[in-house]
């Protein structure tokens, strides 16, 4: 049903630090381009930050130079290292291919940035 799934969300404090990882269904991210999104409450999904295949990366302003996206192309696995949390990084975040494709969602995993 799922194609990815995402782990290592949890409740943080400001300033505090995350790292997220994505589990991929075999070795797509190796021929196509991974992201990270993310959905605040009442808001809408929104791209975060991307990988190219030949590792290039891009963020959205709001978290570029505190978030670093990677992968590991012998685990199949992408990964979100997130610093300097702030209240309004609060969201259920997700990995996909970029651009994304429908059935590729999975049901993501919750940050919250809290004191």
């Known amino acids: 049903q799922v194609q990815v799934v995402e782990s290592g969300g949890d409740m943080v404090q400001p300033g505090g630090s995350l790292r997220l990882s994505c589990a991929t269904s075999?070795?797509?991210?190796?021929?196509?381009?991974m992201g990270w999104y993310r959905q605040p409450p009442g808001k809408q999904r929104d791209l975060v930050a991307m990988?190219?295949?030949?590792?290039?990366?891009r963020y959205t302003d709001s978290v570029r130079g505190r978030f670093t996206i990677s992968k590991d192309t012998t685990k199949d696995m992408v990964y979100l290292q997130m610093n300097n949390l702030r209240p309004e990084d609060t969201a259920v975040y997700y990995c996909?291919?970029?651009?994304?494709?429908?059935?590729?969602w999975g049901q993501g995993t919750p940050v919250t940035v809290s004191m």
């Open positions: 996909n291919a970029y651009p994304a494709i429908g059935m590729y």
């Open positions: 990988i190219t295949t030949d590792n290039n990366t």
């Open positions: 075999g070795a797509v991210f190796k021929v196509i381009n």
